[in-house]
Each structure stands twice: as C-alpha cells, then as structure tokens.
C-alpha cells in the first residue's frame, strides 16, 4: 500500500514495440518501476538518499521516449551542478533507446536562450559579472576586511533575488524571515540598491539577473516565448526541494499552460533555504502543481542498515513509509569523544591513514565538517600524517578571501607596531574578530589558534613573516592535491551532499556547531537536523561520529558539550546493534572490573606512600570541594570509559559526569540505594547496577 497522500502507478502493459522498453525496465525494483513508466503529468518523484534517483531520471526519459510519449530532442533536463546535467547526458546516451536532451543549470539554461534571444535582434549582450564582490568591494570601506564582507553582502543579494526582493522591501523581508544579516540590514539595503545602480551604469548582469530576465522575456515576448516552447516540451528538474521562488517562476514560464513536468528530489535533503530556496514547492507538490501525482523510492542501495538507521534518527520524528535497505549488514557506526578539537583531528588522520593501510583507497573516504574554518586542523593533522586531501567545492583554507583578509590584518597590525611581539598581535586580531562576519570571524580564530601553535614551536616566539610560510608547510606538506584523483575529500555538511563514499568521519557533533549556535527558531533546526543527515548518510559501510570536549577559538579554549542531537542517534545505533549497544558480554564486564580493581590498588599503594589520603566524609556541605578528587569517583570514570569504549558508545551514553558524581557522593550498598541515585533509572539499574555496587565496594572496603 502507497503511503498516505502518495499513489502508485497501474500495472504496465506490453507496449510491442520489441524489447527496449523492457530492457529499461530491467533491475529496477518496484517503487522505480513505477517512479519510470508512471504516465501521470505532472510528476513528483520522492528520491531518499542512496535510492537511485539518477538512475531513474534517466530511465524515466529513455522509457517514455522508446515508448514514444516523448522526443528527446525536445526534453530540458534542469539540474543543480553542471557535473550532474554532463553525468545525466552520459548515461542517456549510453540507455536503448536513449540519446542526446539538453540539460543544465538553470542559470546556464536561462544564459543560452537569452544569448539566442539577444542575437536574433542585433543587441550587444550585457557582460555578465561572475563575481559579485568585484562590484561591492569598493563600497565596503577598509580594505583589509573589504573582501569577506562584500562576500557576506553578495550572500545576502542572492538570497534576496532568489526570493523576488527587491531592495526596497529588504528589511520588511529580513525581519520576517527571521534572518541575521552580516551587516545591518538597512546597511544591506543600501548597497543592494547602490549594487543594482552600478550594475545598470556599468551595463552588467550577474547570474541571478539571468533567471529574471529569462522570465520577463518569457512573460512579457510572445515570440520569444513561443519559440521557446516548441523547443522544449518535456520539463525535467532535478533536486526540487532546492528550488527558489525565482527558479519556480521561471519553470512555469517555460512551462506555460502545458503541464508536462517531472520532478525529482528529497524533502529531507532540503538544506538550502538559508540560500533562498523553499522546500514547501516539493513538499507540498500537488498544492503548488494542480491535479499533480506524487510517487516515492522506497529502498536505499548505498548504505547498510546500521548507517541507515543512524542517519534517519537524526532526522528526529519521523512520518511515513520505512525505508528498505538493500545492502548487507555491516559494522556498527563508531562514535568518538575527544578532549580538544587538536586531538579531534589527530585521530581521525590515523584513523584515515589506518584504513588505507588495508588497501582502502583515499577517494572512498571523506572527513565532513559543519562550517569552512574547521578545515584547517584536518588539513594539517592529514598533511602531517602524509595524507593527500582535495578540499571539495571550495578552495584550501590558505587559498579562502576571509584568510587572506585576516592576514593581511596581522601584517597592518605588525607594520604599525613593528616592535611588539607575535603573540601580542594576535591577542590585538583575537579582540579584532568581533567586529567581523561571521564566516571571516570563524576563520580569524582559526588563524589565531594555528599563530599560537606556531609561535610554541617557533624558538624566537615567532613573527607575521615567519607565521605564513609556516603556515603553508605545514597545511600544504604531503599534499597531492587537487590534481591527484586519489585523496581524501575535506568537506562541509553543505558541499557533501550529492556525493557517497565508503567511510565517512563526521566531526565537531557539537552544540553550537550541530546545530549551528545562529539557528534559533523552528525553521532553521529543521534544516541543521536535515544538514546532518545529509551528512551521515554519505556513508556506505564505515560511518564515525566525533566531537570535542574543548575547542580553541581564536586565543580561547571553550569548553564543548555534545550535540543534543547524538542521543537518538546513539539509541538508532544500539537498536540495530542487538537491541542494547551499552550491554557488554560477560567477560567483558569482568575484564572492566578488573581494570578497576588494579586502578584502585595503584591508587592505594600511592596514597599509602604518601602518608595516607583524606577520606572525605559523606555529606552534602562538602560534596563539591571533596567529591571530585574521591577514588571512587575516579575509579567509576575509569569504568564507565571502559563499558564505553567496548559498547562503542560515547561515554555520557553510560552514564552523565553528575550521576557518577551522586554515586560517589551516596555510596549505595544495595540496588534499592543505588535507585535513589539521580540519574539511575530503572534501564541503567539493570543493566549496570550489580557492577557499579562491586566497585563502590572494591573502593570502600
């Protein structure tokens, strides 16, 4: 039975025409059977991560042209990249019965008809301005963070476009959006409209110019409309959920009065609205598209159960049909607590390092990271183990206009007090980043935590001309950069959708970072649950989850707590692995208590040579000045570490640092003492309570 709101397509007849539609048809399981020959217009096709959905985008096109409702030569196939528009030509041209459509971004789609347009009427054609910044830096006052902040602004105007606002309704629309801009918003809307002017003068158009006048051609030239769709008759657009209110309106211009569309994409893949795009179009499809029909895929061919299963979780509650997994079982997601965002790194590069040592390839693995600036300690930590790395969808941390914005800050400061010292200058660029943006904030502490690093191993305590070539080496050295097509890919949650691997580390599960510190309202949390299921479903087999206990921003180390968002995935991951992920065997559980005995008589021979230990007493009036250094609080922490390290689980999945904390303080003797222990439900009773009350018993006999 189809999901509510969802319908399946009739049964299909033999249409004679040989065996090329049933060639089409062949390995496909029944959702994209039906998702393939469904005849109903228009079409949403529902693609989950890992369900084949180019797959069945090119079947689609090449069964309904062998079976002769539709000519390829008039089909426009409209993707985000232009590396999907070139992959899906590949493969139909590859298909029985496929060939040759014209596909592309909407942007390059809307650039072509208008240069046609522009020829056919002897009209010279506007340069077209592929970088905004070119335009806004000198608007933006002091150069040395004139770049990062006319990037910020550009940000800003593409949203703005994407969303049909204009400068003057700007601050209206950021106040109802609930948006943050990097600048004050009437400040914003300045230089939109002083943008938009210099535009004009200087005869520009940028890329989001491109989808506004292809509609207003479309609109407004009944000519140039008509040629327009009789070209293109069959309308397909790939990734829907990321469509913008300005990309919509030009679908239905082409479109017109006909309703021959086909879309395909994932509500919980929709990780673009910051950008401007707006999910309700694919969510609520039958709304939007009148007498439309909805059809889903419901297996996942990418990953195993266990990634799967992890990766939904984080989506929170979830409606709907369960997916099918496909692959077989396979090990169980490892999940990381470190004590700084250094040691972070560190692992993670042998871990890397580790497995390609078993013969796994570097391309089938890829270190995922929520914002940009965290690339920098990945960067170094894989450089100095001797792993190549290509930094994806974005240029090396070096190489990024925020960086070079903020060195230049340390060479101004250093040049107008030349005789102060290295470290002085980054606690002068340290207070500097609060008047930053947000994205040149992030990688301003960045620099000051790599400077502060430097300036330890520098013997000298290091200067601004030493600082960068070290910089370099030690981001750059062993690198094979991105000419190499076997290497690690570092990327962001945002860059890695769209692309798989066989392993995948996921890090920095922080709070502040998953979800991100700015997303405060409903709407966003939603899209950073989505952004990291992105993220995890990457994996195929190898999934590990990591976060620190301590990050250095800028001059400061900030204590970590982790994302509110790991329990239910922790609780995904012990479900599929047996039921219980926290329930160790019984060797296991004696081997732990044994470590915890031997800690404990080293503990005592030590006090013993040291003339004895204060054994605090029991009781609330000294509890935070004795409790922590007790123990028997340290012999808990050694056990919950242990159970955590043989469960795979991180540690506060045992038990909390304020539970261990109440045990120590309470001393049960029985189980009924230790259900009175904050913290110790019935569950962790069961499980736990026998081996918690034989070390409360080993440490106090």
Same mark, same amino acid.
């Given at each position: 039975?189809?999901?509510?709101?969802?319908?399946? !397509?009739?049964?299909?007849?033999?249409?004679?025409?040989?065996?090329?539609?049933?060639?089409?048809?062949?390995?496909?399981?029944?959702? =994209?059977?039906?998702?393939?020959?469904?005849?109903?217009?228009?079409? /949403? #096709?529902?693609?989950?991560?890992?369900?084949?959905? *180019?797959?069945?985008?090119?079947?689609?096109?090449?069964?309904?042209?062998?079976?002769?409702?539709? $000519?390829?030569?008039?089909?426009?196939?409209?993707?985000?990249?232009?590396?999907?528009?070139?992959?899906?030509?590949?493969?139909?041209?590859?298909?029985?019965?496929?060939?040759?459509?014209?596909?592309?971004?909407?942007?390059?789609?809307?650039?072509?008809?208008?240069?046609?347009?522009?020829?056919?009427?002897?009209?010279?054609?506007?340069?077209?301005?592929?970088?905004?910044?070119?335009?806004?830096?000198?608007?933006?006052?002091?150069?040395?963070?004139?770049?990062?902040?006319?990037?910020?602004?550009?940000?800003? #105007?593409?949203?703005?476009?994407?969303?049909?606002?204009?400068?003057?309704?700007?601050?209206?629309?950021?106040? %109802?959006?609930?948006?943050?801009?990097?600048?004050?918003?009437?400040?914003?809307?300045?230089?939109?409209?002083?943008?938009?002017?210099?535009?004009?003068?200087?005869?520009?158009?940028?890329?989001?110019?491109?989808?506004?006048?292809?509609?207003?051609?479309?609109?407004? $030239?009944?000519?140039?409309?008509?040629?327009?769709?009789?070209?293109?008759?069959?309308?397909?657009?790939?990734?829907?959920?990321?469509?913008?209110?300005?990309?919509?309106?030009?679908?239905?211009?082409?479109?017109?009065?006909?309703?021959?569309?086909?879309?395909?994409?994932?509500?919980?893949?929709?990780?673009?609205?910051?950008?401007?795009?707006?999910?309700?179009?694919? =969510?609520?499809? /039958?709304?939007?598209?009148?007498?439309?029909?909805?059809?889903?895929?419901?297996?996942?061919?990418?990953?195993?159960?266990?990634?799967?299963?992890?990766?939904?979780?984080?989506?929170?509650?979830?409606?709907?049909?369960?997916?099918?997994?496909?692959?077989?079982?396979?090990?169980?997601?490892?999940?990381?607590?470190?004590?700084?965002?250094?040691?972070?790194?560190?692992?993670?590069?042998?871990?890397?390092?580790?497995?390609?040592?078993?013969?796994?390839?570097?391309?089938?693995?890829?270190?995922?990271?929520?914002?940009?600036?965290?690339?920098?300690?990945?960067?170094?930590?894989?450089?100095?183990?001797?792993?190549?790395?290509?930094?994806?969808?974005?240029?090396?941390?070096?190489?990024?206009?925020?960086?070079?914005?903020?060195?230049?800050?340390?060479?101004?400061?250093?040049?107008?007090?030349?005789?102060?010292?290295?470290?002085?200058?980054?606690?002068?660029?340290?207070?500097?980043?609060?008047?930053?943006?947000? =994205?040149?904030?992030?990688?301003?502490? %960045?620099?000051?935590?790599?400077?502060?690093?430097?300036?330890?191993?520098?013997?000298?305590?290091?200067?601004?001309?030493?600082?960068?070539?070290?910089?370099?080496?030690?981001?750059?050295?062993?690198?094979?950069?991105?000419?190499?097509?076997? %290497?690690?890919?570092?990327?962001?949650?945002?860059?890695?959708?769209?692309?798989?691997?066989?392993?995948?580390?996921?890090?920095?599960?922080?709070?502040?970072?998953?979800?991100?510190?700015?997303?405060?309202?409903?709407?966003?949390?939603? $899209?950073?649950?989505?952004?990291?299921?992105?993220?995890?479903?990457?994996?195929?087999?190898?999934?590990?989850?990591?976060?620190?206990?301590?990050?250095?921003?800028?001059? =400061?180390?900030?204590?970590?707590?982790? !994302?509110?968002?790991?329990?239910?995935?922790?609780?995904?991951?012990?479900?599929?692995?047996?039921?219980?992920?926290?329930?160790?065997?019984?060797?296991?559980?004696?081997?732990?208590?044994?470590?915890?005995? !031997?800690?404990?008589?080293?503990?005592?021979?030590?006090?013993?040579?040291?003339?004895?230990?204060?054994?605090?007493?029991?009781?609330?009036?000294?509890?935070?000045? *004795?409790?922590?250094?007790?123990?028997?609080?340290?012999?808990?922490?050694?056990?919950?570490?242990?159970?955590?390290?043989?469960?795979?689980?991180?540690?506060?999945?045992?038990?909390?640092?304020?539970?261990?904390? !109440?045990?120590?303080?309470?001393?049960?003797?029985?189980?009924? $003492?230790?259900?009175?222990?904050?913290? #110790?439900?019935? /569950?962790?009773?069961?499980?736990?309570?026998?081996?918690?009350?034989?070390?409360?018993?080993?440490? *106090?006999?």
């Amino acid at each position: 039975m189809a999901p509510a709101g969802l319908v399946r !397509s009739p049964a299909v007849e033999r249409t004679g025409d040989g065996e090329t539609p049933a060639a089409l048809l062949a390995g496909l399981d029944a959702s =994209q059977r039906d998702a393939v020959v469904h005849t109903a217009r228009p079409l /949403a #096709i529902l693609a989950g991560a890992g369900s084949g959905k *180019t797959r069945v985008l090119t079947r689609r096109i090449a069964w309904h042209a062998a079976t002769r409702q539709l $000519d390829l030569d008039r089909v426009l196939a409209v993707t985000f990249t232009r590396k999907a528009a070139g992959e899906l030509v590949r493969r139909l041209e590859r298909l029985p019965a496929g060939g040759r459509v014209t596909a592309g971004t909407f942007h390059a789609l809307a650039l072509a008809q208008l240069r046609r347009r522009w020829q056919e009427r002897g009209r010279r054609a506007p340069a077209l301005l592929e970088h905004k910044a070119r335009v806004l830096v000198p608007m933006m006052g002091d150069r040395s963070t004139a770049v990062p902040r006319a990037v910020a602004v550009a940000g800003e #105007i593409e949203w703005a476009k994407a969303r049909l606002i204009d400068p003057e309704h700007y601050v209206a629309a950021v106040r %109802a959006a609930g948006r943050r801009p990097p600048l004050a918003a009437g400040d914003v809307a300045a230089l939109f409209a002083a943008y938009e002017q210099q535009k004009q003068r200087r005869r520009l158009v940028d890329f989001d110019d491109l989808i506004a006048l292809c509609v207003r051609a479309l609109e407004h $030239d009944a000519d140039f409309a008509a040629g327009q769709r009789f070209r293109f008759r069959h309308f397909f657009v790939d990734e829907f959920q990321d469509v913008t209110p300005a990309q919509l309106r030009l679908v239905r211009a082409w479109l017109g009065d006909r309703d021959d569309l086909c879309v395909v994409g994932d509500p919980d893949q929709a990780i673009y609205r910051f950008a401007g795009a707006e999910p309700g179009y694919l =969510q609520r499809f /039958a709304e939007h598209f009148r007498g439309a029909t909805v059809v889903e895929l419901d297996h996942n061919y990418r990953s195993t159960p266990q990634v799967v299963a992890v990766a939904r979780a984080a989506l929170g509650r979830r409606t709907g049909a369960p997916v099918r997994t496909v692959q077989d079982e396979g090990p169980a997601p490892i999940f990381t607590e470190h004590r700084t965002d250094r040691d972070e790194a560190r692992s993670v590069a042998e871990a890397v390092r580790d497995a390609h040592a078993t013969g796994r390839p570097w391309r089938s693995m890829a270190v995922l990271y929520r914002t940009n600036a965290q690339s920098a300690l990945f960067e170094e930590a894989l450089a100095r183990a001797g792993v190549p790395v290509r930094v994806r969808g974005g240029s090396r941390f070096l190489d990024r206009p925020e960086v070079a914005a903020v060195l230049e800050l340390l060479r101004a400061n250093a040049r107008s007090c030349p005789g102060r010292r290295f470290v002085d200058h980054l606690v002068d660029l340290d207070v500097d980043t609060h008047a930053m943006p947000d =994205q040149q904030r992030e990688h301003a502490a %960045a620099i000051v935590s790599l400077g502060r690093e430097y300036a330890v191993h520098d013997g000298a305590g290091g200067s601004v001309d030493g600082f960068v070539p070290w910089l370099r080496a030690t981001l750059q050295s062993g690198d094979l950069g991105v000419d190499s097509d076997d %290497a690690v890919d570092l990327l962001t949650f945002h860059r890695a959708k769209g692309l798989e691997y066989e392993t995948v580390f996921v890090c920095g599960v922080e709070r502040g970072l998953v979800p991100i510190a700015h997303a405060i309202n409903t709407a966003d949390l939603d $899209d950073e649950r989505r952004l990291l299921y992105v993220a995890l479903s990457r994996a195929g087999r190898g999934l590990h989850v990591s976060w620190a206990r301590e990050r250095t921003l800028g001059a =400061q180390v900030v204590r970590r707590e982790p !994302s509110p968002w790991l329990e239910p995935i922790l609780t995904a991951a012990r479900e599929q692995h047996g039921g219980d992920g926290a329930k160790l065997p019984r060797d296991a559980a004696a081997n732990v208590l044994a470590e915890v005995r !031997s800690l404990l008589a080293v503990r005592a021979r030590t006090d013993e040579a040291s003339g004895g230990a204060e054994v605090p007493p029991a009781g609330p009036t000294r509890r935070d000045r *004795t409790v922590l250094d007790d123990p028997l609080l340290e012999a808990l922490r050694e056990w919950r570490r242990a159970v955590a390290r043989a469960a795979a689980v991180p540690a506060f999945a045992i038990a909390s640092d304020h539970t261990l904390q !109440s045990i120590a303080l309470a001393r049960p003797a029985s189980l009924d $003492d230790l259900a009175a222990v904050p913290g #110790i439900g019935p /569950a962790r009773l069961a499980r736990h309570g026998p081996s918690i009350l034989s070390i409360v018993a080993t440490a *106090t006999g």
